[in-house]
Protein backbone atom coordinates (compact mmCIF):
# COMPACT_ATOMS: atom_id res chain seq x y z
CA UNK A 1 0.00 0.00 0.00
CA UNK A 2 1.19 3.46 -0.74
CA UNK A 3 0.33 6.98 0.93
CA UNK A 4 -2.08 8.51 -1.46
CA UNK A 5 -2.08 12.71 -1.19
CA UNK A 6 -5.07 14.60 -2.16
CA UNK A 7 -4.33 17.86 -3.54
CA UNK A 8 -5.92 20.42 -0.90
CA UNK A 9 -3.16 21.52 1.72
CA UNK A 10 -3.67 24.52 3.89
CA UNK A 11 -0.85 23.97 5.79
CA UNK A 12 -2.77 24.41 9.30
CA UNK A 13 -4.58 27.83 8.28
CA UNK A 14 -5.57 29.99 10.84
CA UNK A 15 -9.74 30.04 11.62
CA UNK A 16 -10.26 26.27 12.63
CA UNK A 17 -9.45 25.47 9.11
CA UNK A 18 -7.98 22.27 8.64
CA UNK A 19 -4.86 20.20 6.32
CA UNK A 20 -5.36 17.57 4.63
CA UNK A 21 -1.47 16.27 4.31
CA UNK A 22 0.49 15.12 1.04
CA UNK A 23 4.34 14.67 1.19
CA UNK A 24 6.96 15.66 3.99
CA UNK A 25 4.66 17.97 5.87
CA UNK A 26 5.82 20.38 8.67
CA UNK A 27 3.24 22.52 9.80
CA UNK A 28 3.13 26.10 10.09
CA UNK A 29 1.29 25.93 13.66
CA UNK A 30 0.58 23.27 15.93
CA UNK A 31 -1.60 20.15 15.26
CA UNK A 32 -3.70 19.48 18.05
CA UNK A 33 -4.86 15.84 16.31
CA UNK A 34 -5.35 13.26 13.39
CA UNK A 35 -7.26 11.50 11.77
CA UNK A 36 -7.10 9.46 8.46
CA UNK A 37 -9.54 7.35 6.37
CA UNK A 38 -7.77 4.56 5.76
CA UNK A 39 -5.35 2.80 8.24
CA UNK A 40 -1.60 2.26 8.27
CA UNK A 41 2.11 3.28 9.66
CA UNK A 42 2.37 6.67 10.19
CA UNK A 43 6.07 8.16 10.72
CA UNK A 44 5.52 12.26 12.56
CA UNK A 45 7.37 14.38 15.13
CA UNK A 46 5.16 14.10 18.27
CA UNK A 47 5.53 17.99 20.45
CA UNK A 48 4.60 19.15 23.67
CA UNK A 49 1.54 21.59 24.09
CA UNK A 50 3.90 24.42 23.14
CA UNK A 51 4.91 22.55 20.09
CA UNK A 52 8.71 21.86 21.03
CA UNK A 53 9.27 18.44 19.75
CA UNK A 54 10.03 15.68 22.27
CA UNK A 55 10.16 12.49 19.90
CA UNK A 56 11.19 13.01 16.18
CA UNK A 57 10.44 10.49 13.52
CA UNK A 58 8.52 7.83 15.57
CA UNK A 59 6.87 5.39 13.43
CA UNK A 60 3.02 4.59 14.72
CA UNK A 61 2.40 1.33 13.31
CA UNK A 62 -0.35 -0.09 11.68
CA UNK A 63 -3.28 -1.43 13.85
CA UNK A 64 -2.10 1.23 16.89
CA UNK A 65 -4.68 4.01 15.90
CA UNK A 66 -8.07 3.52 14.43
CA UNK A 67 -9.38 4.90 10.87
CA UNK A 68 -12.44 7.54 11.27
CA UNK A 69 -11.27 8.80 14.73
CA UNK A 70 -9.66 12.10 15.54
CA UNK A 71 -6.82 11.24 17.49
CA UNK A 72 -5.41 13.69 20.41
CA UNK A 73 -1.82 14.06 20.00
CA UNK A 74 0.30 16.63 18.93
CA UNK A 75 1.89 16.54 15.67
CA UNK A 76 4.58 18.95 13.66
CA UNK A 77 5.58 17.16 11.24
CA UNK A 78 4.53 14.05 9.15
CA UNK A 79 7.20 12.17 7.13
CA UNK A 80 5.97 10.53 3.57
CA UNK A 81 8.44 7.75 3.75
CA UNK A 82 7.39 5.72 6.57
CA UNK A 83 3.56 6.72 6.35
CA UNK A 84 1.12 4.99 4.23
CA UNK A 85 -1.99 5.92 5.86
CA UNK A 86 -4.44 7.34 2.95
CA UNK A 87 -6.74 10.87 3.96
CA UNK A 88 -4.43 11.67 6.57
CA UNK A 89 -5.78 15.02 8.23
CA UNK A 90 -4.53 17.15 11.12
CA UNK A 91 -6.84 19.11 12.86
CA UNK A 92 -5.88 22.40 14.76
Known sequence: MTWQPTQKDTHGAEGGENAVISGDHIFSKLARAISFGTA?????????????????????????LAAGIMHAMFVT????????????????
Do not use: H, Q, R
Open 77 to 92: KVYETGTDVIDLVGWF
Open 40 to 64: GDLKVDLADAEGNVITSGIVIPNGA
